[in-house]
């Protein structure tokens, strides 16, 4: 079988071409650097992703601090762990990097702030 | 009339990469103006990652990028007013701001720092037929709404334009559990970078729509449908392709601005290409100590070359205060065939500087020509170059001559 991939790793967005049988890559072209391949590898097997989402915050500067995972999880995944996310309302203040979630539903991936949000 | 050395229109992440690197080169005396009530400029309302990975090496989301230059603007003592806004620019550099707390402002500045960013094209500029219901939002006011504001724009959703903050709120909105019907483009290319129509187009089945566009809008006090249709090459859209869609909510995604009024009320003059302004190597406009750099002298596609190009932009203004003065950039540089624009638009031929341009349309298997007269100064092979990536190219001094303009083109 041959694919032809958009690499989602950085801003360069190389069109991986890959042939493989089944899940294992036979071959890629295309891509810049080696993290061009490993993608794919990785996409074949298990698809994976980061997400962004925020929080609700009370007492704060602002209603909301944003969020976000620290490590890619399955993306058929990714409404699970929204869910977990908008369960959660946290006391102001919040400082970036303040672990929300650890390790949430066990995937390997925590939930952290990434907006400083001070107390009104 | 108070004074200060170099005044810095607007905290966002060309303001802030500004102001550090003018400290780092031994400027006292900055004062940075903010509109907003909090530093950051649109960083603080792109909470997706991506961010960084040239510049950290890592990917951070907006607001983390944002607060490691705000830790160290704080960390350096440099003076701040936010919540401030600038209301006139005079060409001899007297700035003119109002705030709530300080009230009038009249400074006069040695130089003056453009770093505004950009605004959104709105309906008005695309002057689609129909009625004026709510339900109407550009991607950037919908992202404010959602990810600032915590108020949910609409649950059933079109976005026409597919540029990159379109895709990005296609990926947002559905999250928070929306509906995206569909991205339309008028274009028979994207507009926004292949990775965002990969991971947040693909990655959730919305589809796009190349070469169709909305033609009316419905409803009466909210947006009840469009109605789309397929476009010919010229944009037109061909009769007999429409299609009603009934949704609550239509996002724009059509085009960024940059934002220019200041730096026209201060004389200078724009490039209609860009529509930012026409500057030289070092950042500089045509009116002396004054300079610009970021969105608001041409559209970027990723914030990590925004604060190289105001870190460089620094380095000249530095040079231009300890100096007086900088050296005259008598060579034009002119945007040739399948470029859309360059910056700068003047060099002197002596000095090494970043070449940034954009191609007019998708393109496979080009190079980027470099030309002064006969002599090819560069020529850079490309597999493919998109109107949706800026492409940026060092230009070395020590193969320019300082008396034959600049040509450069893609063939």
């Known amino acids: 079988m041959k694919t032809t991939f958009t690499c989602i790793v950085c801003p360069n967005g190389c069109e991986v071409e890959a042939e493989y049988e089944g899940k294992k890559v036979l071959s890629v072209k295309g891509n810049l650097c080696p993290k061009g391949e490993a993608y794919v590898t990785q996409e074949l097997v298990d698809p994976r992703r980061t997400i962004a989402s925020s929080v609700r915050v009370t007492g704060g500067a602002m209603p909301l ?9 399955p993306k058929d995944r990714i409404f699970d762990v929204m869910k977990e996310i908008n369960s959660i309302t946290l006391p102001a203040p919040v400082r970036i990097g303040d672990v929300v979630i650890p390790n949430v539903l066990g995937l390997n991936s925590d939930v952290i702030v990434t907006k400083n949000i001070d107390v009104l | 009339m108070m004074h200060k050395q170099a005044i810095i229109v607007g905290g966002g992440p060309a303001g802030l990469a500004a102001a550090l690197r003018l400290r780092e080169k031994g400027i006292e005396d900055i004062l940075i103006l903010e509109r907003e009530k909090m530093l950051g400029g649109i960083l603080r309302q792109c909470i997706h990652d991506g961010f960084g990975l040239t510049r950290f090496g890592e990917s951070l989301s907006g607001p983390e990028y944002a607060q490691r230059f705000i830790d160290k603007v704080q960390e350096a003592g440099i003076e701040c007013i936010t919540d ?7 060409s001899d550099k007297i700035v003119t701001a109002a705030s709530r707390n300080q009230g009038l402002l009249q400074i006069r500045a040695d130089a003056v720092l453009l770093t505004m960013g950009c605004r959104e094209r709105t309906r008005g500029a695309l002057a689609t037929p129909g009625t004026r219901p709510a339900g109407v939002y550009t991607a950037g006011v919908a992202q404010n709404y959602v990810n ?11 976005i026409l334009g597919s540029g990159d903050i379109g895709l990005i709120m296609a990926r947002r909105m559905t999250l928070e559990g929306a509906h995206v019907k569909g991205v339309y483009e008028v274009q028979s290319y994207p507009n926004g970078l292949p990775r965002n129509i990969q991971q947040c187009l693909n990655d959730y089945n919305i589809p796009l729509h190349l070469s169709h566009t909305v033609v009316e809008i419905k409803g009466r006090e909210r947006l009840t449908s469009v109605v789309v249709a397929a476009c010919d090459e010229r944009f037109r859209p061909i009769p007999g392709t429409e299609e009603e869609i009934p949704c609550d909510t239509l996002i724009l995604s059509v085009g960024l601005i940059p934002e220019n009024e200041l730096s026209l009320a201060a004389g200078v003059n724009l490039d209609p290409r860009t529509r930012g302004a026409f500057v030289d190597e070092n950042c500089q406009t045509e009116v002396p100590g004054i300079f610009a750099a970021g969105n608001v002298l041409h559209v970027h596609d990723l914030v990590d070359f925004v604060s190289l190009e105001a870190e460089a932009l620094a380095d000249n203004v530095a040079e231009y205060l300890k100096v007086g003065s900088l050296p005259a950039c008598g060579l034009e540089v002119k945007a040739g065939a399948n470029v859309g624009h360059v910056i700068p638009q003047r060099i002197s031929g002596t000095r090494d500087f970043t070449l940034s341009l954009r191609v007019r349309q998708p393109l496979n298997g080009v190079s980027v020509v470099v030309r002064q007269g006969d002599q090819v100064i560069l020529r850079r092979k490309m597999r493919k170059a998109l109107p949706a990536e800026m492409i940026q190219l060092p230009i070395k001094a020590a193969k320019l001559t300082d008396n034959v303009d600049m040509e450069v083109y893609v063939e």
């Open chain 2, 84 to 90: 401030c806004t600038v209301l006139d620019i005079s």
């Open chain 2, 148 to 158: 600032l504001q915590n108020i949910m724009v609409g649950h059933e959703v079109v």
């Open chain 1, 65 to 73: 601090a944003s969020v976000r995972l620290t490590n890619a999880i």
